[in-house]
């Protein structure tokens, strides 16, 4: 069975920092990795979706990278903003859709 | 609009209770899942539907029932609701395989 592990659960960094959070999974024989964005009272918001193909996707000050033989993938934000602070979770697809999620990381940013 | 809508946003019941949980959405999507979170397991499968006919049992299909009653409709049902069921329910949908799912504001749902 697919197991995500996301790594700090939790972290706190002061405004205009770069920052770099993780993610890791068992079994590297994935479709896709995506990164959501989840704010208190909310659902999730899908950030980034990099195909199994790809290694990295860019939108505005985010950047995900995949590297699916090592089972990784990086999630960096550029000059972080306190509306940054959310949990940030990553989910591996494996087939028919079904995505594993990882516990998540939740991010303050300090202004 | 919510894209994505999920009624009730919280419900507080007693064990034993029938209870329904509705997801409808506008994004014309045809693929439609359930999940729920609790704390430190993150959001797990509970079932999906790829069209008005389809309905496929996910990780932790257990205690709960659903309905695809159109392409815009999922429901969720817990026939006998218990203490551990409850958590954070979300809906979800999606366009494709290769496309990123699209979630409600989720259902907060305790069971006492």
């Known amino acids: 069975k697919q197991e995500v592990t996301q790594i700090p659960a939790a972290l706190s960094v002061p405004e205009g920092e770069n920052l770099v959070l993780n993610c890791s999974f068992t079994?590297?024989?994935?479709?896709?990795l995506q990164w959501f964005r989840q704010d208190p009272g909310k659902g999730l918001t899908s950030l980034l979706l990099?195909?199994?193909?790809?290694r990295e996707q860019t939108s505005g000050r985010l950047n995900a990278s995949l590297d699916k033989s090592s089972g990784r993938s990086t999630l960096y934000i550029a000059a972080s903003q306190p509306g940054d602070s959310a949990t940030y979770l990553c989910?591996?697809?494996?087939?028919?859709?079904?995505?594993?999620f990882g516990t998540g990381t939740r991010l303050t940013v300090i202004p | 609009d919510a894209d994505v809508t999920q009624t009730p946003r919280n419900r507080i019941t007693k064990t034993g209770k029938r209870i329904m949980l509705e997801c409808s959405q506008t994004?014309?999507?045809?693929?439609m899942y359930w999940y729920r979170q609790d704390p430190g397991l993150g959001l797990r499968l509970i079932y999906y539907s790829f069209d008005v006919k389809d309905i496929n049992k996910g990780e932790i299909s257990d205690g709960y029932s659903v309905s695809r009653q159109a392409q815009a409709k999922f429901s969720l049902s817990l026939e006998s609701a218990i203490p551990n069921q409850t958590a954070l329910y979300f809906c979800?949908?999606?366009?494709?395989?290769?496309?990123?799912?699209?979630f409600g504001d989720g259902t907060r749902l305790s069971i006492l």
């Open positions: 979800a949908t999606s366009d494709r395989g290769d496309q990123p799912q699209h």
């Open positions: 079994d590297s024989a994935i479709y896709n």
């Open positions: 994004k014309g999507h045809d693929r």
């Open positions: 989910a591996v697809e494996g087939g028919a859709n079904n995505l594993f």
């Open positions: 990099i195909q199994s193909s790809q």
